[in-house]
């Protein structure tokens, strides 16, 4: 064989060839039928639990009869090739070449499920093969945008090439039948052609049977070609090849597709439509590389003579292109003519469709050229009804003959993106133009704008003719049903854009195997996986269109075009129509599934997983496809998922996959396209899986471990709770964890509920109590393995379903983890492992024991216990609890005090007691976690359970938080309490476990909890009355937090003791107002005379110290004196007392001061009030006599009164006589301070009252001035009075008369002294009668004090039924007095005693102003003299 170039081409050999009838086509049609009815064919898909079979190849191809060992051709057979199917690469690098099955038979083509890329209902996509790593080298060091590069391969001798101008590498992808898998490197023709950017046109050639090697046809952009025959096995290897020149007519013009027309015998294309036929062999079959150009000959003519005509002339040579505009596009064979040994060659333009007939024995003929672009719009003119631009882009042939053109119309779509459309064209003869027959725009429109050439130009695969075919785009591709097969099929499949295709196998040989394929098949290559496989299959798409009736009619939307040619579609099946939308539902839900099934757990998959929605806001078809899927996945309905006999790892493929389902909605952008609830449910799905895998790996832990009766606590609580619901089998817990996984929340409430029962019926013997422990102890087990994989999913994934946080704001949706059922659980499994550790302890662990006895927990039962009143978590910062040293120990501590005999609980008690104590800290987490979940879920919803469960929550929470602490698990108690934030209980676990690093402990958390945790830390200190540590902080930063708590304190409770003591915290930050407005308010608020004088007197010195505006501090300071008056008054008023005592006395015994217990003490207060009232007035008003025994008693003990008590107790007595005897111990200061009260207690009555008033309200003040004036007026005997001023009385004697009256003494301190303002302070004798303020002196004033628990030791007694009326008939007989004095005169006694006080006030005052002025004058006279006297002085120094 020659290495180079010139092997001219044999016409004359070409052309003796013998005429016969094609006989081996239907030698061949007749072996399928004898095949077919031994071994018939079954349809063969996809099933949910079915893998894929391997089956002997059967050689399909019925035209290629087994060929010869030899490369020797039959001489009695047509079509006898010696080479086979092809693949021949296009325009953009794309294969051409017979599809079949990659495995040989249908059977053939079912693949493990591990090599499934994706499964629709109809269709799927199978990875084949991957690259060797030579080639995956090549591919890695090619920039595709600077060099350009072929692929494709060969389905039938399963090889494939990847070629760049230069070089080209050829490899077989099946492994399993090549005898030698190794890559071969071909040099291509015409390297210098690389600077061109073209790439080479390369086509697989199948050497007859030989399904191990394959020869490989090549042609650079320029024409030159090369033939290698075997690549595998030749003898000369890979640089022995034949070799010719195209010698093209223009040197402008390119090379840019091959095909093969039949075997061994090829079409070139260029870029302006020159053909050049090449053929692989002579006409004896021996290996000869010859080509020549077609032209358009006048008629036919065969062999030497065809030769020669050429030679001289009488053949045209035309390319194809109509003008310089035009250009090819894209050729096809079509089936065999009526001239023997020819074959039809379709060849489309950007403008013409022109068929050509070709022969390996015969000249070529050239048939019609049309105009397809115009008939093309005419048509869609027709079918659309509009005017659209029609591109065309490849071009195909079918079974039957049609010829299928994919166009491209524009106009159709928005935005001005190209609509794909598929059109059948029919002709009625050979040589006729066909008329365009049908026209469907395609549903799918390309993102990326197409072009009639280069990667982005479509292309469209018929494989075996059809029904089934496919539009291969760069990185999609479109699986599609011919429509003459009476029905419509369009999926997308789109691939990544890192595994763009790069090949494909296509254009197939023709004769077509006469019977219908059920499955058809596209073989690619992408550029980052390797081969890959897409199916079809049309037995069941036709399948399913029969079953549902076919309406037979056709409409004018049904696709047909009506032209004057037979009514077409011939098998008279509404076809055509655009397919009718399924439900949105359920596109979703096939999107889904295949992205949840075959994108995720596949990183290598090349295929591009998404899902888009046009939907405003939440898009209720997502949402419900969405919870299908997942809902199938629970349920173990999904017929993707194959059951699997090792149900761990099926429980974990199932959790893989329901998590997949959020994260591909996530990952596609429409997160926001679904509400909080779905996503709350679909994660709920997800939930449950991980509890299910989490309680097998339990289950499996149990069986290996081969424990006890106890150990088998859920396998058997799982037979029951199936057995209560209807459902029996013999393996119950598998049958759960398969089909009832949703159902596990269900399980462990119906655990809990018959645990109880079933640790009673164990509890009646020794052995059956330690199963009842054990029994417990395996129940915690289970709540706390499930929830805590639940709760641990939702937390790891919260990002990803976004239900962690306020991200949306339309309500809240309860968990299966927030079920009251689930919280009443976790508080009994608390609960009874707490006291399963106290019983445990109680026999085998007495350090544990005595402190779980010695503990007092939030709502214990007995509280009160005395032996136990001292709990650690009574703690205040001053107690201490050397009796529990142990309190606080670690855990290792504690463990290295169990001394285990063995770790197993089911061996050893002790370690029985450890695991326990273990799991108290997990379930104390679980269930303050659903605590929390509930509640956010009750107050989101407005629900009234809310308040309830909080208070429960906060009376479970320190309980349990707490209990941790003698059971040596203080640690995990801190971590806890950090973590749901109780601060009451982490201040209290500081100073009970680590006392002495308190400081540190507590610096940390004010660090890290801020101004709560100090809050939380001064409420400790207050409730423990800690006062000293509470106001000595040694942390500056809690100088500012505590003053605004003292602050808040004080304003919720003005009276409290906090507010009492918080001046001390102002005088350390120097705040002296602040202190001195406490102080004050303390001092008002103290019940002891000395201690509220004490408090006043600081409030004055720290206003005195305080910086602030004149004015207020002058208001202030007036009250402070006025509060300070008061508490001198009572002190004067205590001492005047006790003289009285002590002067009516015989013996001269001492009276002590304030002894309140003491029996002669009480009898010196009964003396008091008698001897400072006659017995007319106890006689009289005996209710109100009692009212100021009690005064007396406060006064006497050094109790602070009230103003209106102190008004009572200086005007009710009215035998107050001067006692200079009885105060003759006294200073004469304090002896004259008590005279001058008892002389004017009343007009000191009035004062106090003014200065108070303030702080009293209206009503308060009101009566208490009437209750002044009245018994003012009732003080002096006005009918004596009448009496004596009856007659001619000269005035001095009017005058002294109302002189010596009480009233007059009165008015004259109130205005002389006192300089209470007029008439502000002052009432007439008819405005004081107390009637109008009945209710309130007794109802409101002295009733409830009276109807209070009597003061132990007081003598003051409650007030009985009979004392109200009583008061009542006090306060009746201070009016009738009244009345009996105004009826004598009092209104004018009252107003002419206050008009003589008037004018001596008037008349002191105006003698007062002329003193002073005199003294004015007189001092301004002595600075005159003055100064004459020191002019004089000066002049006679000068």
């Known amino acids: ?316 040579i035309v390319a194809a292109a109509a003008d310089a505009s035009d250009a090819l596009v894209s050729m096809a064979g079509g089936g065999r003519t009526e001239i023997r040994h020819s074959r039809e060659l379709y060849v489309l333009t950007r403008q013409r469709l022109a068929k050509w007939v070709v022969s390996r024995a015969h000249p070529e003929r050239f048939m019609y050229s049309m105009d397809i672009v115009t008939a093309l719009a005419q048509a869609a003119a027709q079918r659309l009804g509009m005017d659209v631009d029609v591109g065309v882009y490849d071009i195909a042939t079918t079974r039957s003959g049609d010829v299928c053109v994919l166009a491209g119309l524009q106009g159709l779509q928005s935005g001005g993106r190209e609509q794909l459309a598929v059109c059948i064209l029919r002709s009625s003869r050979v040589s006729t133009e066909p008329d365009v027959v049908g026209l469907w725009p395609l549903r799918y429109a390309p993102d990326a704008e197409l072009s009639q050439s280069g990667p982005s130009c479509p292309r469209l695969v018929l494989p075996e003719g059809g029904p089934g075919m496919f539009v291969v785009l760069r990185t999609a591709v479109i699986g599609l049903m011919v429509p003459t097969a009476g029905a419509l099929f369009e999926e997308v499949i789109s691939f990544r854009a890192e595994d763009s295709i790069l090949g494909i196998s296509t254009a197939p040989r023709f004769p077509y195997v006469q019977h219908e394929s059920s499955e058809s098949n596209l073989v690619l290559m992408c550029a980052g996986t390797g081969v890959l496989q897409v199916c079809i299959e049309v037995g069941k798409i036709i399948g399913a269109v029969a079953s549902a009736g076919v309406d037979t009619g056709a409409d004018a939307d049904d696709g047909e075009i009506r032209t004057n040619s037979a009514a077409w579609p011939s098998l008279g099946t509404r076809i055509g129509k655009a397919p009718r939308a399924s439900s949105p539902e359920r596109e979703y839900q096939t999107q889904i599934e295949q992205a949840v099934f075959f994108r995720f757990g596949n990183d290598h998959n090349p295929l591009l997983f998404t899902i888009k929605s046009q939907a405003t806001g939440v898009d209720p078809a997502l949402e419900t496809a969405a919870l299908r899927v997942s809902q199938s996945i629970l349920d173990n309905t999904s017929h993707f998922i194959v059951d699997r006999l090792d149900l761990g790892s099926h429980l974990n493929e199932r959790l893989r996959r329901t998590r997949a389902v959020m994260q591909f909605i996530a990952d596609s952008g429409l997160a926001s396209k679904i509400s909080r609830e779905t996503r709350v449910q679909l994660c709920a799905h997800s939930e449950k899986l991980a509890a299910a895998v989490a309680l097998w790996t339990y289950q499996n832990d149990v069986w290996a471990a081969k424990r006890g009766a106890a150990a088998q606590l859920l396998d058997n609580l799982v037979a029951s709770f199936l057995e209560s619901a209807g459902l029996q089998t013999r393996d119950s817990l598998r049958m759960f964890f398969r089909q009832h996984v949703a159902a596990i929340g269900d399980v462990l409430v119906f655990m809990q509920r018959n645990l109880a029962a079933l640790r009673r019926a164990l509890d009646d013997s020794e052995s059956g109590r330690r199963d009842s422990q054990l029994v417990s102890y395996e129940a915690n087990r289970v709540v706390v393995g499930a929830l805590q994989a639940a709760f641990v999913y939702r937390f790891q994934n919260a990002t990803l379903y976004d239900i962690d946080g306020s991200s949306e704001s339309n309500g809240a949706f309860e968990r299966w983890t927030e079920h009251p059922a689930i919280v009443d659980l976790l508080v009994q499994r608390l609960e009874g492992s707490y006291r399963l550790c106290r019983e445990i302890s109680g026999q085998h662990c007495a350090s544990v024991y005595e402190r779980i006895v010695a503990t007092t927990l939030p709502s214990d039962e007995d509280p009160s216990d005395a032996s136990r009143s001292l709990a650690i978590f009574d703690d205040a910062v001053s107690i201490s609890h050397p009796s529990l040293p142990d309190a606080a120990e670690s855990d290792s501590s504690e463990e290295a005090r169990m001394r285990l005999i063995s770790d197993d609980p089911y061996v050893s008690s002790l370690a029985l007691l450890r695991e326990t104590i273990d799991q108290v800290g997990p379930l104390a987490n679980l269930c303050f976690r659903v605590f929390v979940d509930r509640i956010t879920y009750l107050q989101a919803t407005g629900s009234s359970e809310a308040h309830v469960l909080v208070c429960r929550y906060d009376a479970v929470r320190p309980r349990y938080l707490l209990c941790l602490v003698p059971l040596a698990r203080a640690s995990v108690a801190f971590r806890l309490a950090e973590e749901y934030h109780d601060l009451a209980s982490l201040v209290t676990l500081v100073f009970t476990t680590e006392r002495s690093n308190a400081a540190i402990y507590l610096r940390k958390y004010v660090e890290r909890f801020g101004r709560d945790f100090a809050d939380t830390l001064f409420a400790y200190y207050e409730k423990r009355q800690a006062w000293a540590s509470l106001l000595n902080a040694q942390d500056s930063s809690f100088d500012v937090w505590l003053k605004e708590y003292v602050e808040k304190r004080t304003e919720r409770d003005p009276h409290g003791l906090v507010a009492q003591i918080g001046w001390i915290h102002d005088v350390k930050m120097n705040d002296f107002s602040a202190a001195a407005t406490k102080l004050a308010r303390a001092g008002r608020d103290s019940a002891e005379v000395d201690q509220a004088r004490t408090m006043l007197s600081l409030s004055k010195l720290a206003f005195v110290a305080a910086e602030c505006q004149d004015g207020a501090r002058n208001e202030v300071h007036a009250r402070l004196e006025d509060a300070l008056e008061m508490c001198e008054v009572q002190e004067n008023l205590s001492q005047y007392l006790m003289a009285i005592v002590r002067s009516n006395r015989s013996h001269a015994a001492e009276i002590s001061w304030r002894r309140r217990d003491d029996v002669s003490d009480k009898k010196a207060v009964l003396d008091a009030a008698m001897l400072t009232t006659t017995p007319e007035i106890r006689h009289e008003r005996p209710a109100l006599y009692i009212v100021y025994n009690e005064l007396v008693r406060c006064i006497w003990n050094g109790r602070m009164l009230s103003v209106e008590d102190l008004v009572d107790a200086l005007t009710f007595p009215d035998n107050m006589p001067a006692t200079d005897s009885a105060l003759a111990s006294c200073s004469s200061d304090d002896a004259e301070q008590c005279n001058a009260l008892i002389r004017e207690r009343y007009s000191l009555a009035i004062d106090i009252l003014s200065r108070a008033s303030i702080s009293l309200s209206e009503q308060t003040r009101e009566a208490a001035l009437k209750t002044i004036w009245r018994r003012v007026f009732l003080k002096d005997d006005w009918s004596g009075i009448r009496k004596r001023l009856g007659g001619n009385v000269p005035d001095s004697e009017l005058r002294a008369e109302l002189a010596r009256t009480h009233l007059h003494t009165v008015l004259e301190s109130c205005l002389a002294t006192r300089e209470l303002s007029h008439p502000d302070w002052y009432l007439l004798p008819a405005d004081v009668f107390a009637a109008a303020d009945l209710d309130y002196l007794v109802s409101a004033r002295l009733a409830p004090r009276f109807a209070s628990e009597p003061d132990a030791g007081s003598g003051w007694q409650p007030l009985t039924s009979t004392t109200v009326p009583a008061l009542n008939k006090d306060y009746g007989e201070e009016d009738s007095r009244l009345r009996a004095a105004i009826k004598c005169g009092l209104d004018s006694y009252y107003a002419e005693v206050l008009r003589t006080v008037t004018d001596q006030v008037n008349q002191c005052r105006l003698s007062a102003d002329a003193d002073a002025s005199d003294m004015d004058a007189a001092s301004s006279a002595s600075t005159e003299a003055l100064d004459v006297e020191d002019e004089d002085v000066r002049m006679e120094s000068d």
């Open 1 to 316: 064989m020659q290495n180079a170039a010139t092997l001219p081409a044999n016409s004359a050999e070409f052309g003796q060839q013998q005429d016969q009838d094609d006989t081996g086509y239907s030698a061949a049609q007749s072996s399928l039928h004898k095949k077919q009815a031994v071994e018939p064919k079954r349809p063969v898909w996809l099933a949910p639990f079915v893998q894929r079979v391997h089956e002997p190849r059967v050689t399909e191809d019925i035209s290629e009869p087994e060929k010869p060992s030899t490369l020797q051709q039959k001489k009695d057979s047509e079509d006898v090739p010696i080479f086979g199917a092809s693949a021949a690469s296009g325009r953009m690098g794309l294969a051409a070449e017979n599809m079949k099955p990659v495995r040989g038979t249908e059977a053939d083509t079912l693949q493990t499920t591990d090599h499934i890329l994706l499964r629709g209902d109809k269709h799927a996509v199978f990875d084949v093969a991957a690259f060797p790593d030579a080639v995956r080298r090549q591919l890695g060091s090619i920039d595709p945008e600077s060099v350009p590069i072929a692929a494709g391969l060969s389905s039938e001798s399963s090889f494939a090439f990847v070629a760049t101008p230069t070089t080209c590498l050829v490899w077989s992808y099946d492994n399993a039948s090549s005898v030698m898998g190794g890559v071969y490197r071909l040099a291509m023709p015409d390297p210098d052609d690389a600077t061109d950017f073209a790439a080479p046109l390369v086509a697989l050639v199948s050497v007859g049977d030989i399904q191990s090697d394959v020869g490989v046809l090549a042609c650079s952009a320029t024409g030159q070609l090369r033939f290698w025959d075997r690549v595998a096995f030749g003898l000369g290897g890979t640089d022995r090849f034949h070799s010719r020149d195209l010698d093209l007519p223009d040197a402008s013009d390119r090379c840019v597709q091959i095909s093969e027309s039949f075997a061994g015998l090829f079409v070139v294309a260029t870029a302006k439509g020159y053909l050049f036929q090449v053929s692989l062999q002579d006409a004896q079959g021996n290996i000869e590389l010859t080509a020549h150009c077609l032209s358009r000959s006048a008629g036919a003519r065969t062999g030497m003579l065809s030769r020669m005509s050429s030679l001289l002339g009488g053949s045209q």
